[in-house]
């Protein structure tokens, strides 16, 4: 299995060589030259397999380079019941016979980024110890991401982080999720600033390209290969929670941002796992949704870009998108080339009067979007439903699942991050304050580690320079 970009100037690389890489050089993203094809027969043999087993018998048909025994082994202290509350890692909750809940984030950090976070620290260590390199890695996050890479990084030999996050403008549970780390090589920066401040400093750093190179910086944003590997898993482990047979289809509801969950459900389609509709859920920022309407993909600007009661689905442009083109285009990758030449100036592409357009539905996809009126209702109808509490992000997908689902095909709907997160908008749907998974009631309390700074790149760099350890 080797690597090309959805640009097509990248020569074929191994999976190990573009783990660590961020865009290709050619400003596209590494793809799999082909997507594995599941039998009947290997589908078949994989319905009773747990977690950590399926995984590996997915990935190692992504990962070649990586001998058998150390990827299982990775996986094995990855996917463990510690991490992820139980053996089941994503369980199924059945809500009616043909409408089900995929609960995916019971890890660390209580949202779905953790499933592919948390694999990325161990392979990247693994990858590192091979080399004996370090990595230093610069973020910037308003919450979610930020959070979820540190738990993942924590303690890790050979890498540190480097996340900036504007200064007394994340929640207090995300706060005091992330400075209440006190591993030493996590560095929380909070900014004096907006998020476009924190975001605005890691591209003028990494447009350095010889301060990049000298202190190894590198990121682990959503765009990462490895990220979207790792989410195709759960799609084939709710398939088989939610079916008795291989004969049976299913659809996945899924809400959206930077097209990175979704993008592993099309990939695990593209495979051979019998999915019938891929089911994208947007909040008000619907850049996605305009475009599975339309063909129209028009990314916003900054100012065009509300901030939500889902704001981990605050996006302005699907940063993943570019690889559902690649494959709408029969991996055409000079008409990317061409489409994203737009996109790169700040333009929009329209595919409506193409035969493109036409071609999305025979690939599952079928869009809509939510807004906080409707997540609100979701919310309460839910519990009141069913007793079962949900966030404002699964809500999303659970609104636009129900509305676009084909009623003779069970609907699986992705759960994104746990309601205790949210506790302000789910006060305001059901009257009462979200639990507390064990172990966070006092999140709050506990001593916080993190500077502050100006917004201002010199100030970080010469924090990086002498903290880097390179
Ligand atoms: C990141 C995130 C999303 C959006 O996922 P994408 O892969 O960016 O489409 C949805 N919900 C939650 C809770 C998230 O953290």
């Known amino acids: 299995m080797r690597y090309i970009s959805t640009r097509g100037g990248m020569p074929p690389k191994p999976f190990s060589e573009i783990l660590l890489s961020g865009l290709s050089p050619d400003g596209g993203l590494a793809i799999p030259e082909t997507y594995p094809k599941i039998t009947g027969d290997e589908l078949g043999s994989w319905r009773n397999l747990d977690y950590p087993s399926l995984a590996f018998e997915i990935l190692s048909r992504f990962v070649d380079d990586i001998p058998s025994e150390d990827l299982r082994a990775i996986i094995d202290r990855t996917y463990t019941a510690d991490n992820f509350g139980s053996s089941d890692i994503t369980p199924l909750r059945t809500l009616k016979p043909d409408f089900h809940i995929l609960a995916l984030s019971n890890g660390p950090t209580l949202a779905f980024k953790d499933i592919a976070m948390q694999l990325l620290g161990n392979l990247f260590e693994y990858v590192l110890s091979k080399t004996g390199e370090t990595l230093n890695i610069l973020g910037a996050t308003s919450g979610d991401t930020g959070s979820s890479a540190e738990y993942a990084m924590r303690g890790k030999h050979g890498i540190r982080v480097f996340m900036l996050s504007p200064h007394k403008k994340m929640s207090r549970f995300q706060t005091a999720q992330m400075f209440s780390l006190q591993d030493e090589n996590i560095f929380n920066i909070a900014i004096r600033g907006v998020f476009d401040d924190c975001q605005d400093i890691v591209k003028a750093v990494s447009n350095d390209h010889i301060f990049k190179k000298r202190h190894r910086i590198g990121t682990v944003n959503s765009i990462n290969w490895a990220r979207v590997m790792a989410q195709i898993v759960y799609y084939f482990k709710g398939y088989f929670a939610a079916t008795q047979s291989n004969d049976e289809q299913v659809s996945f509801a899924v809400p959206s941002g930077n097209f990175g969950n979704i993008c592993a459900g099309h990939v695990a389609r593209m495979m051979g796992l019998p999915i019938k509709q891929l089911i994208l859920a947007t909040n008000e920022n619907d850049v996605l949704d305009e475009f599975f309407r339309s063909g129209v993909y028009r990314p916003r600007t900054t100012s065009e870009t509300m901030h939500t009661s889902s704001p981990s689905m605050d996006i302005s442009k699907a940063s993943n998108f570019e ?100 506790s302000e908008s789910i006060q305001e749907a059901v009257g009462f304050e979200p639990p507390r998974p064990a172990g966070l009631e006092d999140l709050e309390d506990l001593l916080q580690r993190f500077i502050v700074k100006d917004a201002n790149t010199e100030g970080i760099k010469s924090y990086i320079a002498e903290h880097s350890g390179c």
Not at 358 to 366: L, Q
Request: charged share 25%.
């Open 323 to 422: 690889r559902f083109i690649f494959d709408l285009t029969g991996r055409d990758a000079g008409k990317v080339t061409e489409l994203w030449s737009e996109i790169d100036k700040g333009r929009a592409f329209d595919l409506s009067n193409t035969t493109l357009f036409d071609r999305i539905k025979s690939f599952g996809f079928i869009s809509g979007n939510s807004n906080h009126a409707s997540r609100i209702e979701t919310i309460r109808h839910i519990y009141n439903k069913y007793s079962v509490l949900i966030d404002t992000h699964t809500a999303d997908g659970v609104k636009v699942g129900q509305a676009l689902r084909e009623s003779d095909v069970p609907l699986i709907c992705m759960e994104t991050a746990q309601p205790a997160k949210f």
